[in-house]
């Protein structure tokens, strides 16, 4: 089997570089016989998307499983779209990562491990948050405070979105539904943007 592992370095000893989009480069071992290849990431430095790009790499290179330490969500729904499995939360020296795999004591993760803004679930939808935040206090307010609306690992926990984080957002047939269903839009969309650019600033600031 061709399993990649996010690297710091170009061979089996070399760690794995817990980020997975901005890591320096991607390690496809065959599981089989322990032969390997590794890559530049060529999309360590960009400034944006560089956790769907990577995905796209590693996906179109045949892997069939991804050991990393931390992904993103929209990098795991591009995994999820081609199969492929992913290990999250590793470490370690990737010869001794490889082996836990191929004894089958590694499990495949479900939903990323970085946090995704409020409100960037599907267009239309009633608000809630990313199923799989972390809670811990940061929340899925992109560290705004709202810790109350994580919850480990569970997937549609449901939060009311804020306007800037002040005013809940009224719910679906409050009023005209119609103008509600707008409005509720509306706020999502001025929430997310701001948020957005929160997060990438701390993105970079982490890489």
């Known amino acids: 089997m061709k399993i990649a592992v996010s690297s710091t370095g170009t061979d089996l000893s070399a760690n794995v570089d817990e980020r997975f989009g901005r890591c320096r480069y991607f390690l496809f071992v065959e599981t089989d016989d322990m032969a390997f290849e590794a890559i530049d990431n060529t999309n360590a430095d960009l400034t944006s998307s560089a956790g769907i790009q990577s ?6 290179a045949g892997a069939k499983v991804v050991i990393t330490g931390n992904c993103g969500p929209k990098a795991m729904q591009v995994f999820d779209a081609a199969n492929v499995r992913v290990i999250l939360g590793q470490r ?4 001794d990562v490889v082996e836990k795999f191929k004894k089958g004591e590694l499990d495949a993760s479900i939903g990323g491990n970085l946090q ?10 009633s608000p809630m948050s990313w199923g799989s935040g972390r809670g811990g206090g940061r929340g899925m307010g992109g560290g705004r405070g709202r810790g109350g609306c994580g919850g480990g690992m569970g997937m549609g926990r449901r939060c009311m979105a804020t306007d800037g984080g002040t005013q809940p957002v009224q719910p679906r047939g409050a009023g005209n539904p119609a103008n509600q269903q707008r ?20 993105i970079r600031d982490l890489t």
């Open 55 to 60: 995905a796209g790499i590693v996906a179109d």
């Open 92 to 95: 370690g020296v990737i010869r």
């Open 116 to 125: 995704q803004p409020v409100g960037a679930g599907s267009v239309g939808a």
């Open 183 to 202: 409005q509720q839009l509306q706020q999502q969309a001025d929430a997310l943007k701001q948020q957005l650019a929160e997060i990438e600033n701390k």
